[in-house]
């Protein structure tokens, strides 16, 4: 048991949006073996992955529940945004700068705390807590350069959810 943590990227394909996403739709469900069972009256189809995975990060899962979720930790879907991710990244890279004169612990716990829970890990600043971040900030840096700006025909959605 323990604190799992996923950040999915989801992204909808249909022959209502254009004669691209038509041909998608079609390679996805032969590619899937679900053609014969797809509806030729409404062709749309999500894919849905997962962009990030966490164990116990829970100074992410805290800042995940804390900002987009009113606080509420019940294990729910909690939908984010491009700007959200964009805003964990720069905290996280805030978080290993350390400003002269402060200890990283110190630093590291005003800008991204340790957040407690039953099976969520420990509240060190140790190396866990900085490959976390590290880890973090790759993988958002590598759904931004994949993921669109939003905009007309933008089918695409983001979404954290934890279970522990």
Known sequence: MGLDQYLRVSKNFGSYINDTESASYDAIMAA???DKIGNSNSKYVTVEV???YWRKANAIHGWFVNELAGGED???VIPVTRENITTLRDLCVDAMSVPAGMSLDT???????PSDGF???????????IQDLK???EGIDRI?????????GWDWSLTYQASW
């Open 144 to 152: 931004l350069e994949e993921l669109p700006e939003t905009g007309e």
């Open 119 to 129: 099976f969520f890990g420990g509240s060190e600043i140790d190396d866990y807590y």
């Open 74 to 76: 019940e294990c729910q």
């Open 50 to 52: 997962t962009a990030l």
């Open 135 to 137: 880890d973090t900030i």
């Open 107 to 113: 630093h590291a716990r005003t800008v991204l705390p």
């Open 32 to 34: 899937a073996g679900l």
